[in-house]
């Protein structure tokens, strides 16, 4: 089955402890995407990657790390979490950014 | 600062009616235009996709695209009740970023 696979769903921690969020995809997708949603504010996009070791900002990157060493893999990396990135996150994907992204099931943190 | 504006809504039509969504954009180079549903608590999924100006039909759904007036729409036709849910519009340039509206709650009265 086609899938984006977000990891944790759920996570509570405390701020300035490191933490990763995993999203891996099985489509063969050259182009992946992390969102935060936050009520009133809607999606908006964190980093972006074109393919295995190219990676570019968003809108909203600080505070953020990205890595993609592999196709399949985009990790979204917290240094140092901060209440004010409590939100839902989304991973998505597709084959060039011109087509329509696949999303996982999303990832809500909540730092305290 | 590319914008993509919607009504934040809440929308409400009676079971049956056709729904209207706008968003318009800000960004002329945008060349991709697509319709997320998304339900509370859930990621977004895909409704429909447009890339070129005029219309697009699937089903029930209807896209409209007008880029000299930076306007795409959607048209919901014989709503239902399930479709009650928030609808984002996004758009994206070529090799660069997606962004998102901020939604637009529909909500279709039995």
């Known amino acids: 089955e086609a899938q984006v696979t977000q990891n944790p769903r759920y996570l509570i921690t405390v701020t300035g402890k490191k933490l990763t969020v995993t999203c891996s995809q099985n489509?063969?997708?050259?182009?992946m995407s992390w969102y935060r949603q936050d009520p009133g504010l809607g999606l908006r996009q964190i980093y972006y990657?074109?393919?295995?070791?190219?990676?570019d900002k968003g809108d909203v990157p600080e505070g953020y790390k990205v890595s993609r060493k592999e196709k399949r893999n985009f990790p979204l990396i917290l240094e140092s979490p901060s209440p004010n990135q409590t939100s839902l996150y989304f991973c998505a994907s597709s084959f060039r950014p011109r087509d329509p992204q696949h999303f996982g099931d999303g990832t809500r943190l909540s730092i305290l | 600062q590319k914008e993509v504006e919607q009504n934040s809504g809440p929308l409400s039509v009676p079971e049956g009616a056709i729904a209207s969504l706008n968003c318009t954009y800000s960004d002329r180079g945008s060349q991709s235009f697509f319709w997320y549903r998304q339900y509370s608590g859930k990621s977004p999924e895909l409704i429909m996709f447009?890339?070129?100006?005029g219309d697009k039909e699937d089903g029930r759904f209807t896209a409209q695209l007008n880029k000299a007036s930076q306007y795409v729409s959607l048209l919901i036709r014989d709503s239902q009740p399930s479709d009650s849910a928030t609808y984002l519009c996004?758009?994206?340039?070529?090799?660069?970023?997606?962004?998102f509206g901020p939604g637009t709650r529909l909500s279709v009265l039995p």
């Open positions: 489509m063969n997708h050259e182009y």
């Open positions: 990657s074109m393919n295995v070791e190219v990676t």
């Open positions: 996004a758009v994206s340039n070529y090799g660069q970023n997606f962004v």
């Open positions: 447009i890339y070129s100006n």
